[in-house]
């Protein structure tokens, strides 16, 4: 599946009291193919995203993610859950092939686009392509833009209306469409495993910077570099939404103790600390206690 060494996703700010936008997935290729560099590509991404969000979309490629994890987890993923999907297939790149074959079986909508370059697939060419001018000039662009925008907003609408509706199976005969399990876990239990797969991530980076695969490619080292950065922002997430959880649950355990008996020689630190287990919040005993310190001294800072 395509990877590049720069997590290229496209962030757009969500006034206070908006809903966030449906996402619009993007499927194209990022490094170079069929004589075209990666700048070109980075031109098409935001000629597609700018379109995307005109009909009211986030666009963002299937390869990115808030979260951290298995990049090929997050790809399948994203081209399942995504209400619309497009993909560009010029230049006919192997892995934009793949993903949008996964996305046919899913029985998704998706609208397919490539440039004038690039000639029709055998097995896609039932499908109607959205075509732009390789050398992207500027008028070309804006009535391309224009097209795809009006083609998501219909696609959307014709798939949300008609309850029979397949952009591709349809026309081989009946078929069960994939479906992806879904499992319901706690937030303890999501966090854990978040926690999990970071230390994974970081593991593997640094057996790489030990010189301990000697053979790896300059795009694994890039994506790993872009994944350390990724995992310590999570990690740094995750411990601030522990630390909240946690001081949630002090000030609803001090609120019931009379001031007088916030000094730590009368406070239940150890009571404190068992309930903080027992709700599945996994704090260090020197944190908890540095964060009834804060809280205390909060309170009295207030008074």
Not at 182 to 211: C, H, I, P, W
Request: net charge negative; proline share 4%; aromatic share 6%.
């Amino acid at each position: 599946m395509e990877k590049s060494g720069k997590n290229v996703k496209i962030e757009k700010a969500i006034p206070d009291g908006t809903e966030p936008l449906e996402i619009c997935g993007i499927v194209m290729p990022i490094s170079a193919i069929d004589g075209c560099e990666p700048e070109h590509w980075r031109n098409v991404l935001e000629i597609l995203s700018e379109a995307v969000e005109s009909a009211g979309f986030e666009p963002q490629l299937v390869s990115s993610s808030a979260d951290i994890g298995v990049i090929q987890t997050r790809i399948v993923q994203n081209l399942y859950e995504n209400p619309i999907v497009v993909c560009d297939v010029s230049g006919k790149n192997p892995n934009v092939m793949f993903e949008l074959g996964l996305r046919l079986a899913f029985d998704k909508p998706v609208i397919i686009v490539k440039d004038d370059a690039t000639s029709y697939s055998f097995d896609t060419s039932p499908i109607e392509h959205l075509e732009y001018r390789r050398d992207l000039r500027y008028q070309s662009v804006v009535d391309f833009k224009k097209a795809l925008a009006a083609k998501i907003n219909a696609t959307v609408a014709k798939s949300r209306e008609d309850k029979g509706y397949s952009p591709f199976l349809k026309h081989f005969g009946r078929f069960k469409v994939a479906e992806l399990a879904t499992q319901e876990v706690s937030s303890n239990e999501y966090l854990f495993k978040k926690m999990d797969e970071l230390q994974k991530t970081v593991a593997n980076m640094a057996a790489l910077q030990r010189g301990r695969d000697r053979s790896v490619s300059q795009n694994n080292i890039e994506r790993w570099t872009s994944a350390r950065t990724a995992s310590e922002a999570l990690e740094r997430k995750l411990r601030r939404e522990l630390e909240q959880r946690a001081m949630k649950a002090i000030a609803d355990e001090l609120s019931q103790v009379p001031d007088e008996s916030w000094s730590h020689e009368t406070l239940d630190l150890q009571g404190i600390k068992s309930r903080l287990r027992l709700a599945q919040i996994p704090i260090e005993d020197e944190r908890i206690e540095e964060l009834v310190g804060e809280y205390i001294a909060a309170q009295l800072a207030s008074r």
